[in-house]
């Protein structure tokens, strides 16, 4: 029933975020970046080398996938284009759910009740997989616990008492909870939600500070990464040769984590997963207000086909995502295009200044299931996580890693979920996509 997509912009388009460099990289100017801790310039690959995998893009995928490979005791490559995190991992809402994109009365319907289980199970270990690695290497990322699901229409009433006990009776998971109006109320200040869904094992974290402990960790497990190094095409041969303008991989195996980056790298895949661009803002810290606004350092969601995501970040400010748009490029002024969802829920918060404003791109497949397979003769992809990707990217990348060293079976049953192409391809999905995503956030505002 949750849905992650927002309405197309109608601003015009120009600033993707890229680059602002003097020959490096440089990261885009969101509070993330503000706050980030252990960036580490990394050097751009201009040799030719050879590795066991090479990996391709520094997000949460390739991150893990380089981590999980590198115990398992293979070497690893991974080229960045950019930065590390530089794409979604690094710019996202930081709000960790539990189970998959589509909740479990949904994947109940579309798989039944075993299979649903099995997705459930995985999307577990994706968590565990998070908070071990937080763990396991010291990450200073600000895992906070528990998220809010705030209901904003009468139309879904009773869908959170109903999940929250299929979720205790069905799947032994007794850490949710349905609230009335008030309740909820009481936990967020704002009057647009009549229900609430609150996880106590849910989480959220600062993302950019994850991706880069995980670089760090990926270091020290041997992994040998790369910045500013696009990689600008592979041979189909084993072993393969992945090439960048400076340098050359070549490995036995490539693991493809580009995601919404990927552009033209690999066509087939691409008619998979349609990019989408979504955007945030972060106010000027709210001192007292932030504890009057929301009663804790949760994260909160609502259940808009146009989702709205927020949390109380460390330095009491509020991150507020909302709107997406579905063409190359992002509006001219961000701050203007965010701030009214903003003001809707809060409108209380007219007088508060805007300190950043920011946009970042992911992937949604048709059914938003993750797209997870393997393309002879020896490159593993993983991507389209429809706006639940912090954990199922992390847990992607570890099943790859699993699969390329001999253990298929978790790898396997994510790679025969049913992921169609969109209609008309890389060449024709944004018209028909935008046509519907306009459609239901019409739905939203009615
Ligand atoms: C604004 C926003 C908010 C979001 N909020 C949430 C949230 O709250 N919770 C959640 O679970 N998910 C959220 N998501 C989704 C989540 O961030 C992504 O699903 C996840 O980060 C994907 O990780 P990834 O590693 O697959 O891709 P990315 O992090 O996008 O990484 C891909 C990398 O590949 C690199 N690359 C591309 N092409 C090449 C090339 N040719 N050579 C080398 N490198 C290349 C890119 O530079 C990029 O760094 C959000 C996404 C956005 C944009």
């Not at 300190?355 to 993983?382: D, K």
């Not at 969109?422 to 306009?438: A, D, H, Q, S």
Request: aromatic share 10%; charged share 20%.
């Amino acid at each position: 029933m949750r849905e992650t997509f927002i309405v197309a912009s109608n601003s015009s388009s120009i600033d993707l975020g890229l680059r602002k460099d003097r020959g490096a990289s440089a990261y885009p100017d969101t509070w993330y970046r503000a706050s980030a801790k252990g960036i580490v310039d990394r050097p751009r690959l201009e040799s030719s080398l050879q590795a066991d995998v090479c990996v391709i893009g520094g997000g949460f995928t390739g991150l893990s996938a380089a981590l999980n490979l590198a115990e398992l005791g293979l070497d690893v490559v991974l080229l960045e284009a950019e930065r590390i995190g530089f794409g979604a991992s690094g710019r996202n809402g930081g709000l960790i759910g539990s189970g998959q994109r589509k909740d479990v009365l949904e994947t109940e319907q579309m798989f039944g009740m075993e299979q649903s289980r099995l997705l459930w199970d995985f999307a577990e270990a994706a968590k565990d997989e998070i908070r071990t690695r937080i763990e396991k290497h010291a990450i200073d990322c600000d895992l906070q616990k528990g998220q809010l699901v705030g209901v904003h229409t009468k139309r879904y009433a009773g869908w959170a008492a109903e999940l929250s006990a299929a979720l205790a009776a069905r799947y032994d998971y007794p850490n949710t909870h349905a609230l009335d109006a008030e309740a909820t109320r009481a936990m967020v200040a704002t009057d647009d939600f009549v229900e609430g869904f609150f996880d106590a094992d849910a989480a959220v974290i600062h993302p950019l500070n994850y991706a880069l402990g995980l670089a760090r960790a990926c270091t020290e497990a041997g992994v040998k990464i790369f910045e500013s190094s696009r990689v600008t095409g592979y041979t189909e041969s084993e072993p393969s040769v992945v090439s960048t303008a400076h340098g050359a991989v070549k490995a036995r195996s490539i693991v493809l984590a580009c995601n919404g980056y990927l552009g033209k790298l690999e066509p087939r895949v691409a008619g998979k997963i349609m990019p989408i661009n979504n955007f945030v803002i972060a106010t000027e810290p709210l001192g007292e207000r932030a504890n009057a606004l929301i009663g804790g350092r949760f994260g909160i969601h609502d259940t808009r086909f146009v989702v709205n995501y927020f949390r109380i970040a460390e330095d009491t400010r509020l991150l507020f995502g909302g709107g997406e748009n579905y063409r190359p490029g992002f509006p001219r002024n961000i701050e203007g295009f965010v701030k009214p969802y903003m003001l809707k829920l809060f409108p209380q918060l007219a007088d508060v200044a805007i300190e950043y404003a920011w946009g970042g791109t992911l992937s949604v497949t048709v059914n938003r299931l993750p797209h997870i397979g393997r393309l002879p003769p020896n490159l593993y992809f993983a991507q389209g996580y429809s706006g639940h990707g912090i954990s199922t990217a992390s847990f992607a990348g570890k099943v790859i890693a699993e699969a390329i060293t001999g253990s298929t079976a978790r790898f396997d049953t994510l790679a025969r979920l049913p992921i169609r192409r969109f209609p008309g391809g890389t060449l024709l999905r944004y018209p028909g996509m935008v046509l519907g995503m306009l459609y239901y956030g019409l739905k939203d505002r009615l």
